[in-house]
């Protein structure tokens, strides 16, 4: 018996516990120093990139469902539509970007909103793009 199975947390207990500690993190954190750790934290994401050099996927298979997918509607097939699509839309994300660029814009002595200076607003268009 490996240590590993020794003690284990309820997903009930967890879930909760971890959202009050990101909430507390977003709401005590000062905002410049939250958004550095969060830009950092992307790199997570090369976590999924990892995991094609980490298990055996089989090609075959992959490129036959590509074109020639299987569906069945159930219980399953809803929970991942409902994944995909509030992990790739989450209005957070849109909130998210539009008070990031409030503060970039308050901590930029002189800086006024693109309604007042229309010279800067293409090259905020093409860092933004």
């Known amino acids: ?5 020794s003690w284990s947390l309820s997903r009930h207990l967890v879930t909760p516990l971890f959202a009050l500690l990101t909430l507390a993190v977003q709401i005590l954190v000062p905002y410049h120093r939250y958004v550095w750790y969060l830009k950092w934290l992307t790199f997570s994401l090369l976590a999924y990139a990892a995991v094609l050099f ?5 090609w075959g298979e992959v490129v036959l469902r590509t074109f020639w997918p299987s569906f069945n509607l159930d219980a399953d097939a809803a929970t ?5 699509f ?12 539009a008070s990031e660029e409030v503060e970039d814009m308050r901590a930029m002595p002189g800086a006024s909103p693109l309604l007042n200076d229309r010279a800067a607003a293409p090259s905020e268009l093409r860092r933004i793009a």
Request: proline residues 7%; glycine residues 8%; charged residues 0%.
């Open 80 to 84: 991942m539509i409902v994944a995909v």
């Open 1 to 5: 018996m490996g240590c590993a199975a």
């Open 54 to 58: 980490t298990v055996h996927v089989p």
């Open 86 to 97: 509030g992990t790739t839309i989450s209005p957070y994300l849109f909130f998210w970007q």
